[in-house]
């Protein structure tokens, strides 16, 4: 598959998780009472290290750096920075380091204090130096209006001491400010605020631990590049000899990762203040090689940027690659994290946008690597699209007059294609058609601008995006390269309509699948007459529906339930109102938490029948874990259990659903109909994975379940060689996967959809390519001429849809 197709999705979009569960916990104690004073309007403590020197250190001393946030120098003389155990005993004093000199506008400026025994490099040249010995830890530092030593021992005493500018206690420290101390201090961690020196006041809020990365009053920092200003930090730092393009390289891995820059210039070209918070900045001085890209992500954690887009900056920070979904394979994002920031100017122009369209998007996706990593593997963007996309990661690109090949989401995220080359559904999207034809010009649209300032458009697949969609080339674990758009094109809607089946001769028996995603009472009545509606109107009332996705009668909750006759009795009521008929309907429960799905929700496959057309062979015997069998030759064949489930106690469907089997009759003939519901893509590497060709490890359990599925209806074929066998659902996987070859094997079933034309083999939508994981089977005894069969597409295609997947229908004259 292109990428994993989890079942359903539950985030928020770009959200990431920046610390562990122990310092997440940290973050919540209850605010000590008085101990929140006025947020600091000038210098602020910008950074605190406390392991210099110690196992496993590389910096050989501790370090506090302070920060003015402000666009004045900020004069030093006659303060100090002072340090405090983080549990004072009564005969604790507070260490003291004087001041001197000052910190520029909008720089920073160094204290060096006490060396350890170990380390192997030096910190930039300091602004002051002291003899405190900090704890590693756990501590209490204090930017102090004078040199007389704090006499305060708890949080509530020093809020109260006007002497004290700012204060950061890290670790358990018993003095600090707000809710609690900052989190994660170590040998070789710092604690330090995001770029914008933001101060709430709230240690734990307000800083974040990290690799430590101290840097002076003249811009110098501990990994090279030129210092800044020459007259002790009162001229503007200016850039150091690192370029984004060095950072960013010829592979997709920065020869810098791990390594802390200094200076580094660029203009802002977009801010992101929600979810993975940040700004992308470029360089537009560009170097003459097409596989560097100008362009960088600056990670700021917590802390919304400050920056605007148009401001010229200098950027010093540690370069790491960030994977967003690392156990999927995916691609990784070259980051400049720990940032510090310094303005130079703003409303400058942005760079100009890369056009991305059929022109420069190679038909080709990816190279291969015999399943392994081409983390490091030269870039090679004018041969292949992911190449292509990597080789501007980050960097201002557009796309002009674009398809929409799938609808807005409920995250605000919709999907174009950018290159005419890409094989066409008759509704506009575009057909996956192998794995070896991915659709190289898919890629996904998110917005940048609040949503009160710039509404995100609702498209529905053929679409068209017109003008200019622009911003920076982002990459997500959901949707993998996306255009984080500054500026989003309007809408041009094409009137894409809901399909409608034709209507079934008295002579035809009608048969439909429908997953209807993760169905039960608590979806409440607009969803069920919602798709209750569809199967009226849309699928004309079928004799027989096979429904994957139905919940037990509590849904989610996880309390042993796993009876779902709430559930299908509320469906059948619907249908009844919508004017459909009165269904009746079979199915066996599962046994509680063994098939998959939702935790506690029971997902399990229902069959619904009119009792006016058709009618059911109740055979006793059927339940969660007795195995269907085959009994009697020739007419008189039949199951031992109807409904029943093909050999639940197979391996093959470990955590999975397993096929329900009912026989019915039509016009006094048997007909055996299996509703499947194949286990899901989880696990898989997408199809844009660092992995090529991408291990789809998902597939081993789906061979084994076409495995056992096809032996017995092999099985029922050689009782009765003209058995009328359906088989349909949710089988999780497309018509040329090995799955749906082996089912298909020795001919005992045929794939309907592969008798559809290629642009209509479709029933589903997943990061822009419309593709099959819904199927009818039929044996040979429905020959095609009496077969017609149809994917009703009233879902994938639409930003309002009642399921994610198109029901699918088959009239056969048994």
Same mark, same amino acid.
């Given at each position: 598959?292109?990428?994993?197709?989890? *079942?359903?999705?539950?985030?928020?979009?770009? %959200?990431?998780?920046?610390?562990?569960?122990?310092?997440?916990?940290?973050?919540?104690?209850?605010?000590?009472?008085?101990?929140?004073? /006025?947020?600091?309007?000038?210098?602020?403590?910008?950074?605190?290290?406390?392991?210099?020197?110690?196992?496993?250190?590389?910096?050989?001393? &501790?370090?506090?750096?302070?920060?003015?946030?402000?666009?004045?120098?900020?004069?030093?003389?006659?303060?100090?920075?002072?340090?405090?155990?983080?549990?004072?005993? $009564?005969?604790?004093?507070?260490?003291?380091?004087?001041?001197?000199?000052?910190?520029?506008?909008?720089?920073?400026?160094?204290?060096?204090?006490?060396?350890?025994?170990?380390?192997?490099?030096?910190?930039?040249?300091?602004?002051?130096?002291?003899?405190?010995?900090?704890?590693?830890?756990?501590?209490?530092?204090?930017?102090?209006?004078?040199?007389?030593?704090?006499?305060?021992?708890?949080?509530?005493?020093?809020?109260?001491?006007?002497?004290?500018? @700012?204060?950061?206690?890290?670790?358990?420290?018993?003095?600090?400010?707000?809710?609690?101390?900052?989190?994660?201090?170590?040998?070789?961690?710092?604690? $330090?605020?995001?770029?914008?020196?933001?101060?709430?006041?709230?240690? /734990?809020?307000?800083?974040?631990?990290?690799?430590?990365?101290?840097?002076?009053?003249?811009?110098?920092?501990?990994?090279?590049?030129?210092?800044?200003?020459?007259?002790?930090?009162?001229?503007?730092?200016?850039?150091?000899?690192?370029?984004?393009?060095?950072?960013?390289?010829?592979?997709?891995?920065?020869?810098?990762?791990?390594?802390?820059?200094?200076?580094?210039?660029?203009?802002?070209?977009?801010?992101?203040?929600?979810?993975?918070?940040?700004?992308?900045?470029?360089?537009?001085?560009?170097?003459?090689?097409?596989?560097?890209?100008?362009?960088?992500?600056?990670?700021?954690?917590?802390?919304?940027?400050?920056?605007?887009?148009? @401001?010229?900056?200098?950027?010093?920070?540690?370069?790491?690659?960030?994977?967003?979904?690392?156990?999927?394979?995916?691609?990784?994002?070259?980051?400049?994290?720990?940032?510090?920031?310094?303005?130079?100017?703003?409303?400058?122009?942005?760079?100009?946008?890369?056009?991305? @369209?059929?022109?420069?998007?190679? *038909?080709?996706?990816?190279?291969?690597?015999?399943?392994?990593?081409?983390?490091?593997?030269?870039?090679?963007?004018?041969?292949?699209?992911?190449?292509?996309?990597?080789?501007?990661?980050?960097?201002?690109?557009?796309?002009?007059?674009?398809?929409?090949?799938?609808?807005?989401?409920?995250?605000?995220?919709?999907?174009?294609?950018?290159?005419?080359?890409?094989?066409?559904?008759?509704? +506009?999207?575009?057909?996956?058609?192998?794995?070896?034809?991915?659709?190289?010009?898919?890629?996904?649209?998110?917005?940048?601008?609040?949503?009160?300032? =710039?509404?995100?458009?609702?498209?529905?697949?053929?679409?068209?995006?017109?003008?200019?969609?622009?911003?920076?080339?982002?990459?997500?674990?959901?949707?993998?390269?996306?255009?984080?758009?500054?500026?989003?094109?309007?809408?041009?809607?094409?009137?894409?309509?809901?399909?409608?089946?034709?209507?079934?001769?008295?002579?035809?028996?009608?048969?439909?699948?429908?997953?209807?995603?993760?169905?039960?009472?608590?979806?409440?009545?607009?969803?069920? $007459?919602?798709?209750?509606?569809?199967?009226?109107?849309?699928?004309?009332?079928?004799?027989?529906?096979? %429904?994957?996705?139905?919940?037990?009668?509590?849904?989610?909750?996880?309390?042993?339930?796993?009876?779902?006759?709430?559930?299908?009795?509320?469906?059948?009521?619907?249908?009844?109102? $919508?004017?459909?008929?009165?269904?009746?309907?079979?199915?066996?429960?599962?046994?509680?938490?063994?098939?998959?799905?939702?935790?506690?929700?029971?997902?399990?496959?229902?069959?619904?029948?009119?009792?006016?057309?058709?009618?059911?062979?109740?055979?006793?015997?059927?339940?969660?874990?007795?195995?269907?069998?085959?009994? +009697?030759?020739?007419?008189?064949?039949?199951?031992?259990?109807?409904?029943?489930?093909?050999?639940?106690?197979?391996? *093959?469907?470990?955590?999975?659903?397993?096929?329900?089997?009912? =026989?019915?009759?039509?016009?006094?003939?048997?007909?055996?109909?299996?509703?499947?519901?194949?286990?899901?893509?989880?696990?898989?590497?997408?199809?844009?994975?660092?992995?090529?060709?991408?291990?789809?490890?998902?597939?081993?359990?789906?061979?084994?379940?076409?495995?056992?599925?096809?032996?017995?209806?092999?099985?029922?074929?050689?009782?009765?060689?003209?058995?009328?066998?359906?088989?349909?659902?949710?089988?999780? &996987?497309?018509?040329?996967?090995? /799955?749906?070859?082996?089912?298909?094997?020795?001919?005992?079933?045929?794939?309907?959809?592969?008798?559809?034309?290629?642009?209509?083999?479709?029933?589903?939508?997943? =990061?822009?390519?419309? =593709?099959? %994981?819904?199927?009818?089977?039929?044996?040979? *005894?429905?020959?095609?001429?009496?077969?017609?069969?149809?994917?009703?597409?009233?879902?994938?295609?639409?930003?309002?849809?009642?399921?994610?997947?198109?029901?699918?229908?088959?009239?056969?004259?048994?």
């Amino acid at each position: 598959m292109p990428s994993p197709t989890p *079942a359903r999705r539950s985030r928020r979009t770009l %959200l990431r998780v920046t610390a562990p569960a122990a310092v997440a916990a940290s973050l919540v104690l209850v605010p000590l009472p008085g101990a929140f004073a /006025a947020p600091s309007t000038g210098a602020v403590i910008a950074e605190v290290y406390g392991g210099g020197g110690n196992s496993g250190a590389t910096l050989k001393n &501790d370090f506090i750096e302070l920060g003015n946030p402000t666009g004045a120098a900020f004069g030093l003389s006659g303060y100090s920075v002072q340090y405090l155990p983080g549990s004072p005993s $009564a005969s604790s004093q507070w260490g003291v380091t004087p001041l001197t000199g000052s910190i520029p506008a909008g720089g920073r400026y160094l204290v060096a204090e006490a060396p350890g025994a170990g380390g192997t490099a030096d910190l930039p040249a300091a602004d002051a130096s002291g003899s405190l010995a900090l704890s590693a830890t756990s501590g209490t530092v204090a930017l102090v209006n004078g040199t007389a030593a704090l006499s305060c021992k708890t949080a509530a005493d020093c809020a109260a001491d006007p002497r004290i500018v @700012d204060l950061l206690g890290f670790g358990s420290a018993v003095v600090r400010e707000g809710s609690g101390p900052a989190a994660g201090a170590s040998n070789t961690a710092s604690v $330090a605020r995001g770029s914008s020196l933001a101060d709430t006041d709230d240690n /734990a809020k307000d800083f974040t631990a990290g690799d430590p990365t101290p840097v002076n009053s003249k811009g110098a920092g501990t990994g090279g590049g030129t210092p800044g200003g020459g007259d002790g930090g009162t001229t503007p730092p200016v850039p150091g000899d690192v370029r984004i393009h060095d950072i960013q390289g010829t592979t997709r891995i920065s020869p810098l990762n791990t390594k802390t820059v200094t200076n580094v210039p660029g203009i802002v070209t977009g801010v992101r203040g929600y979810g993975t918070k940040g700004f992308w900045i470029q360089d537009p001085n560009p170097d003459a090689n097409p596989a560097t890209s100008e362009a960088v992500f600056v990670y700021t954690g917590s802390a919304a940027p400050t920056v605007k887009v148009g @401001d010229s900056v200098l950027v010093t920070a540690k370069v790491s690659e960030y994977y967003p979904n690392s156990s999927g394979g995916s691609q990784s994002v070259t980051e400049l994290t720990g940032p510090k920031t310094t303005v130079l100017s703003s409303d400058n122009a942005v760079p100009a946008a890369v056009v991305l @369209d059929a022109a420069n998007i190679p *038909a080709a996706y990816a190279p291969d690597n015999a399943g392994g990593s081409i983390d490091n593997l030269p870039l090679n963007p004018s041969a292949y699209a992911l190449d292509l996309y990597e080789s501007l990661e980050g960097m201002n690109v557009e796309v002009r007059d674009v398809p929409v090949v799938q609808a807005t989401d409920k995250y605000n995220e919709l999907w174009v294609d950018a290159s005419s080359a890409d094989p066409r559904t008759g509704r +506009g999207g575009v057909v996956y058609l192998g794995y070896d034809k991915p659709n190289t010009g898919r890629i996904m649209i998110q917005s940048l601008p609040p949503l009160t300032q =710039q509404p995100f458009p609702v498209a529905n697949v053929g679409d068209e995006l017109t003008g200019s969609t622009a911003g920076p080339l982002d990459y997500n674990q959901f949707g993998g390269y996306t255009i984080a758009a500054n500026t989003v094109g309007a809408v041009k809607d094409n009137g894409l309509q809901r399909e409608v089946a034709d209507r079934a001769l008295p002579s035809e028996l009608s048969i439909a699948t429908y997953n209807v995603e993760n169905l039960d009472p608590s979806d409440g009545p607009a969803k069920f $007459a919602e798709l209750a509606q569809a199967v009226v109107t849309n699928l004309r009332s079928p004799d027989i529906i096979a %429904l994957e996705e139905i919940q037990d009668n509590n849904g989610a909750v996880n309390d042993g339930t796993v009876d779902a006759s709430v559930t299908v009795r509320t469906f059948i009521d619907a249908i009844k109102a $919508a004017g459909g008929p009165a269904y009746d309907w079979r199915s066996v429960d599962p046994v509680d938490g063994k098939d998959g799905g939702e935790p506690g929700g029971n997902i399990r496959q229902v069959f619904l029948f009119n009792p006016d057309r058709v009618s059911f062979t109740d055979i006793p015997g059927g339940d969660s874990t007795t195995a269907v069998d085959v009994t +009697g030759t020739g007419k008189r064949t039949s199951l031992t259990a109807s409904p029943g489930r093909i050999a639940p106690a197979d391996e *093959a469907w470990n955590t999975s659903r397993k096929p329900l089997i009912g =026989q019915f009759s039509f016009h006094n003939k048997p007909v055996f109909v299996i509703a499947n519901h194949f286990n899901s893509k989880g696990g898989d590497q997408g199809i844009d994975s660092r992995f090529q060709a991408p291990t789809r490890s998902s597939e081993v359990q789906r061979g084994k379940q076409a495995a056992v599925e096809q032996a017995f209806v092999a099985k029922l074929l050689a009782a009765d060689p003209g058995a009328r066998v359906v088989s349909l659902g949710d089988f999780n &996987d497309y018509q040329f996967s090995p /799955a749906l070859q082996t089912l298909t094997k020795d001919g005992v079933l045929r794939d309907l959809v592969n008798e559809l034309p290629e642009s209509e083999r479709y029933s589903y939508v997943y =990061q822009g390519n419309s =593709q099959v %994981l819904d199927h009818i089977l039929v044996s040979p *005894a429905f020959k095609q001429q009496h077969v017609r069969y149809d994917v009703v597409h009233i879902n994938s295609e639409f930003a309002a849809q009642a399921s994610d997947h198109d029901p699918q229908v088959v009239r056969v004259k048994p």
